[in-house]
């Protein structure tokens, strides 16, 4: 196995440069982002629940 299998798939996005946004653009961007943290969170949310149901499942 290489080193570079070992590495994360996932590429995050290079963050905007906020300096050529107006501010209301920027607001708009913090109104995109909360959404997105609640997304994430939802996603959290289920797959905690996930993890117990299989771990209660495992343990009968």
């Known amino acids: ?3 570079e299998d070992l590495a994360p798939k996932f590429l995050r996005p290079k963050p ?3 300096d050529d946004l107006s ?3 920027l607001q708009d961007y913090i109104t995109e982002l909360e959404g997105e943290i609640e997304r994430v969170r ?3 949310t289920a797959k905690e ?3 117990g149901e299989a771990e ?3 343990k009968s």
């Open 1 to 3: 196995m290489e080193e």
């Open 23 to 25: 501010i209301e653009a």
């Open 49 to 51: 629940s996930w993890r």
């Open 56 to 58: 209660s499942f495992f």
């Open 16 to 18: 905007l440069d906020l």
């Open 42 to 44: 939802g996603a959290i």
